[in-house]
């Protein structure tokens, strides 16, 4: 029987239990080259504030067939209630273990998002890997419906959508039902961290699971985005989660 995780509600959503990184990347893309069909969205406790506040993103969430955790904060919540060990699985880690894996397996991949620079060298980089992309836009597109058919036509099995949440929840949600066989990933920065336009966290900062202080320093204007990580602790602590 194929493996199916736990899956845990973690502030309304649904997020399921994977043990490690490989493990997932290993359901997403099988040993056969076959794919999960579906989206899937890496859940933190950022997204899980915001989903509170939003009926809507709420439904869009627990509508995506894999929702994996990607924050500490998340995978404290379903360590305490699976009692049993649960990985954080990073999204942009993730997403390129994900492309080695459809280099390997030969499974053709559809990049949207960022910047024309941006996504072109993220295309070459990967290309250079040996990944085969079938195709590649931008963030600035304006006709979805063109973009859609144009993955339908592309013969797309991977697709992954840097735009930021939730624009690229709503784009998968609309592309996915004429694609109901490909796998979709959104994927926020990570063309940007992938191709060196906006530095990683340092190891160490990673290691102890502090990126997001590590980015707030970068960025002090994230301030008014982190308060969500306050108010998320505030109910973990309380068991409201």
Known sequence: MAFQPDQVSVGGI??????????LVNFIIRDDGSVFAGAAIAINPEKVMKAQQDPALMQILNNAELRYADGMGVVKVMQK?????????????????LMHRAAEKKVPVFLIGAKPEVLQSTKSKLEALGVPVVGAQDGYFKDEDALISQLVQSGAKVITVAMGSPKQELFIEKAKKQLPDAYFMGVGGTYDVFTGNVKRAPALWCKLNLEWAYRLLSQPSRIKRQWNLVEYLWLYLRGKL
């Open 81 to 97: 209630k699976l009692q049993k060990p649960v990985e954080r699985v990073p999204g942009c880690e993730t997403w390129e273990a």
């Open 14 to 23: 649904k997020v399921m239990a994977f043990a490690s990184m490989a493990q």
